[in-house]
């Protein structure tokens, strides 16, 4: 069986129950770090780990008797993160209720180990004992409010985020992406300058937010990487060299000390970014989408990030409903990045 028609996430008719792995995230809304304590060691955020407090083993926990009570469910992988748990399931044969319901359950169970923390906060305030994290309770009095059923304030207010994993690759990367957590939280804790959403930066001429080493725009040349559509008609024609020659030249423009700009859209132009990315190369990368709160870029332009050889510009607010770039969109950014590189070369001050 093919790896993509093992993992595929739902069979005909049988939407939301059938065989499938998804993906979970619970989020503290508050994003108080509730769950655990990030700990690295001699500062190498290759080492970073959670320490978790009793709710987020209690949190874990749930997770387990959820995979008991549902003997279909299988737990890939999970990471508990001071303030959200990531998890990754495999639903192995059709389900009498849809994994909506399952985590749903999941979740009542959660809260309820969150009223009960939320108590136990409210009576070391009352008693003036410090059993529990002293800094939590510092910072507990602003959200001992009343709750549902007379409870304090509770943790667990939004709803879980499950998203299924459908598309080849995306279990591996989504596998991956939960390992890495804490050693890419470490790393934003390490180099917060990097990582940091800048809003309204003047960049020739225009405005963007941006996340990365503002200090690229600082170069002395700039080169747009815009892979045109006749180049590739002339290859699936059978005329390869204008494209090969093309996709060459902005590689030795990079190893010659030019930091290339460009939204990297088309199949040849992500294949120049992954060469600039493998040589590290420094390059600005144009985005569809603005920037969320908590944002962090993803793989290999995490690592860029953090090495300070990527700076990453959207001249548009976040949409959490965005899902695919529009054409007008794509013109759009091919255009802002020749414009950045025109008005960058002709004055070395872009800023």
């Known amino acids: ?33 509730l769950l655990g304590t990030l700990v690295i060691p001699e500062g190498d955020p290759s080492k970073a780990r959670i320490e978790r407090t009793a709710l987020g083993n ?47 359950g ?16 409210a009576a070391e305030l009352n008693s003036g004992a410090s059993v529990l994290n002293t800094e939590t309770i510092n910072e507990a009095p602003g959200r001992m409010q009343a709750g549902e059923g007379g409870y304090p304030f509770p943790v667990f207010t939004e709803r879980p985020f499950i998203r299924p994993l ?67 008609r002339a ?16 590689v030795l423009s990079a190893r010659r000390g030019a930091v290339m700009v460009s939204p990297f859209i088309s199949p040849q132009e992500k294949l120049v970014m992954k060469v600039l990315l493998q040589e590290q190369h420094p390059f600005v990368l144009l985005t569809d989408n603005g920037f969320r709160d908590y944002y962090k870029p993803a793989d290999e332009l995490f690592d860029a990030c953090a090495e300070g050889r990527l700076l990453i510009l959207s001249p548009w607010l976040y949409d959490g409903g ?14 802002m990045a020749e414009e950045i590189c025109l008005e960058s070369n002709n004055d070395s001050n872009l800023i």
């Not at 290859?235 to 902005?250: H, I, K, T, V």
């Not at 965005?322 to 255009?335: P, Q, T, Y």
């Open 1 to 33: 069986m093919a790896e993509h028609e093992k993992w595929q996430w739902q069979e005909s008719g049988t939407a939301w129950r059938g065989v499938g792995v998804y993906h979970i995230t619970l989020t503290v809304p508050s994003r108080e770090p």
């Open 58 to 104: 209690a949190v874990v926990d749930e997770l387990y008797v959820m995979g008991r009570h549902y003997p279909a469910i299988r737990i890939l992988q999970f990471c508990l993160m001071p303030d959200h748990l990531h998890a990754v399931i495999h639903v192995t044969q059709t389900m009498d209720t849809s994994i909506r319901a399952v985590i749903r």
């Open 106 to 121: 999941y979740w009542q169970g959660v809260k309820k180990h969150g009223r009960a923390y939320t108590l136990a906060v």
């Open 166 to 232: 459908s598309r080849r690759g995306q279990l591996h990367t989504m596998i991956r992406y939960v390992q890495m957590n804490p050693q890419r939280l470490a790393t934003k804790r390490l180099k917060p300058g990097f990582f940091r959403v800048q809003k309204d930066m003047g960049v020739g001429g225009r405005k963007y937010d941006g996340v990365g080493n503002v200090a690229l725009l600082m170069a002395e040349h700039f080169e747009p990487v815009h892979v045109r559509s006749a180049m590739v």
């Open 235 to 250: 290859a699936e024609q059978g005329d390869p060299e204008p494209l090969r020659s093309y996709m060459n030249g902005c």
């Open 322 to 335: 965005k899902r695919h770039i529009s054409r007008s969109e794509c013109v759009a950014l091919n255009g």
